[in-house]
Nanobody, 122 residues
Framework: QVQLVESGGGLALPGGTLRLSCTVSGNPFKVGRVGWYRQSPGKERESVATITRDGSKIYEDSVKGRATISTDNAKRTVYLQLDRLVAEATAVYYC????????????????WGQGTVVTVFS
């Protein structure tokens, strides 16, 4: 069974840095687009950054200059580094990915991870 497992969240001071990880477990045939989303208290889930299979990176305006998305294909892991953290970055961060796998036949699923909590406080 293919799953997305996030880690790396925690407490941070304003101006600090956190690196979130999203690891694909199981044995997918192919991993396509991977995106990071976040949901702050009382708000809807929003996109933060996306990396496509060909390596193109897309950042939302709210995090441009303060976030970097990257991959380690050998580890099947996508990272989201958050720099110069601000209080508004406090949220649950989720990983979302297009997964292609084989069971009885080749199939596709859009998966979500369980989320990792980032809290920025002073």
């Amino acid at each position: 069974q293919v799953q997305l497992v996030e880690s790396g969240g925690g407490l941070a001071l304003p101006g600090g840095t956190l690196r979130l990880s999203c690891t694909v477990s199981g044995n997918p045939f192919k991993v396509g687009r991977v995106g990071w989303y976040r949901q702050s208290p009382g708000k809807e889930r929003e996109s933060v950054a996306t990396i496509t299979r060909d390596g193109s990176k897309i950042y939302e305006d709210s995090v441009k200059g303060r976030a970097t998305i990257s991959t380690d294909n050998a580890k099947r892991t996508v990272y989201l580094q958050l720099d110069r953290l601000v209080a508004e970055a406090t949220a649950v961060y989720y990983c979302n990915a297009d997964i292609y796998y084989y069971s009885v036949s080749y199939d596709y699923a859009e998966l979500w991870g369980q989320g990792t909590v980032v809290t920025v406080f002073s």
